[in-house]
């Protein structure tokens, strides 16, 4: 079964200051994709970014990249020049098969 | 109207009331989603449609029924419900690929549900 895992229930960050969020999960497929959403305390959840196993590269949006190590099943997402308004709960996230695989969730918060 | 909406945002009822909750997405998606959230607990996937038809259903009581009469509506019906069953009740959308994959989901903002 795939499984994730956030160890990170809560996280703070310095504005303008890089932050590194944890996510590993396990999965016996070959092909998948990998997300981060971000839940802002209005609750709409949102996509950060997105991963394709298959490709080497890591993914980059912006102020967001991720260091996806596949052969360690491991995607942590980094946040640069931290913004208060990325104050928010993060989500990693698994899929394959159709459906969706949540982590627990880190809580970040973004200090002036 | 865009994105992926649902009604009500708020909903407070009896445990012996039925009600329903509803979800539209307006992204022309084949594949839609229901998601509880709780307090400190990772989202549970509850109900899948992918073309309509129910392809996940997580163990779910029976006091849940979804509904999905189209590719662009879901439903909620909620019947005799306990109060542990309070949550953020989340609906998303997203477009099945042909590699049997899912692409990126699209949220809605959720109803806040409480059962007393």
Known sequence: ?112 | ETGVTQTPRHLVMGMTNKKSLKCEQHLGHNAMYWYKQSAKKPLELMFVYSLEERVENNSVPSRFSPECPNSSHLFLHLHTLQPEDSALYLCASSQALASGGVGEQFFGPGTRLTVL
């Open chain 1, 1 to 112: 079964a795939q499984t994730v895992t956030q160890s990170q229930p809560e996280m703070s960050v310095q504005e303008a200051e890089t932050v590194t969020l944890s996510c590993t999960y396990d999965t016996s497929e070959n092909n998948y994709y990998l997300f981060w959403y971000k839940q802002p305390p209005s609750r709409q959840m949102i996509l950060v970014i997105r991963q394709e196993a298959y490709k080497q590269q890591n993914a980059t949006e912006n102020r967001f990249s991720v260091n996806f190590q596949k052969a360690a099943k491991s995607f942590s997402l980094k946040i640069s020049d931290s913004q208060l308004g990325d104050t928010a709960m993060y989500f990693c996230a698994s899929s394959n098969t159709g459906k969706l695989i949540f982590g627990q969730g880190t809580t970040l918060q973004v200090k002036p």
